[in-house]
């Protein structure tokens, strides 16, 4: 595997259905922890197209992206199968459906939670950080917001 030269950009779902339970997933990458859907931002892709992308990829779910919930840098996350440092977007989405499926090939196990059970979950610390942010709606300004959501 190549040395990594510089952060890589990654965007995470906070996926929503009608009932308002949050989509929650476990992959091989987070061992055993609880995380949302995302991805890579591939280059030339803009972050919402990857959040959406990402989600159909592993979830099977077309969404409307609504908000951006936080930005934090994970430098070596603990939890995490590879010493990476990344730099994360997290939105909150609407999910137009509620029927997974699941990709196995990245994901091993989902479940819809009420937000406020998905805190008491072993969950990665960015998961949990931006739980918080959504369950307090403190939210990035909306003209940052804005600029990363629409260009």
Request: charged share 35%; hydrophobic share 35%.
């Amino acid at each position: 595997m190549k040395k990594q030269e510089y952060p890589e950009p990654a965007a995470g779902a906070f996926v929503q259905n009608k009932s308002g339970e949050l989509l929650l997933v476990k992959s091989k990458e987070w061992k055993d922890l609880w995380h949302v859907p995302g991805g890579h931002i591939e280059v030339g892709e803009r972050i919402s197209d990857t959040v959406r992308r990402e989600v159909f990829e592993e979830v099977g779910l077309k969404i409307d992206v609504l908000r951006l919930i936080s930005v934090q840098e994970a430098i070596f996350p603990e939890g995490h199968s590879k010493k990476k440092h990344f730099i994360y977007f997290d939105f909150l989405c609407q999910a137009k459906t509620d029927k997974v499926k699941l990709d196995k090939t990245e994901l091993k196990e989902y479940k819809w939670v009420k937000p406020k059970e998905a805190l008491k979950l072993k969950t990665d610390k960015f998961t949990k950080n931006s739980l918080k942010m959504y369950l307090t709606a403190k939210y990035l300004p909306p003209e940052f917001e804005k600029k990363i959501i629409s260009g």
